[in-house]
């Protein structure tokens, strides 16, 4: 299958008590570091922040048409 990326800065993500790795401001800038890199390197398609979600979805229906 083909990998997506929503390409998102990290001033729109959010720290979640629910997401283990990514619970605090200081781990979500560090797996942001780590990983934004490997993400775009890897993905099939790059979705840019241009769209908001449901935009974002559309896109993906019609790319797996």
């Known amino acids: 299958g083909r ?3 929503r390409d998102l800065p990290l001033d729109k993500l959010k720290a979640r ?3 283990p790795l990514s619970s605090s401001l200081d781990d979500l800038h560090r797996l942001y570091a780590e990983r934004h890199g490997l993400y775009k390197k890897y993905a099939d398609v790059i979705i840019k ?3 908001d979600i449901e935009e974002a979805i559309r896109l993906i229906g019609e790319d797996r048409q």
């Open 3 to 5: 990998l997506y990326f």
């Open 49 to 51: 922040d241009d769209y």
């Open 17 to 19: 008590d629910d997401r």
